[in-house]
């Protein structure tokens, strides 16, 4: 019946997270967990939206892991 509730700095205003993913790591880098509880106490599962293939988000854990090298990322921006 009611949404899951994300942890800060989600918020309903601003339903979105803005990440720094780490200089020169290599594929797969770890970025974040999604951290939500269901107040219905429903299982929570994580989806992107828009998804490109950069992203690797685990559905049952929410862990973010950013999976493209940025030699790759520039040559998709200039295509």
Known sequence: MY?????????????YYVLTIP?????PAYVTTMVATD?????????LVNDTGEFNL??????LN????VKL??????V
């Open 3 to 15: 949404p899951p509730q994300f942890i800060p700095p989600w918020t309903p205003t601003t339903p």
């Open 73 to 78: 990322i520039i040559r998709l921006g200039t």
């Open 23 to 27: 200089e020169r790591q290599p594929p």
């Open 58 to 63: 685990v559905p049952q854990t929410g862990n």
């Open 39 to 47: 107040p219905d106490n429903d299982v929570v599962a994580y989806m």
């Open 66 to 69: 950013f999976v493209l090298s």
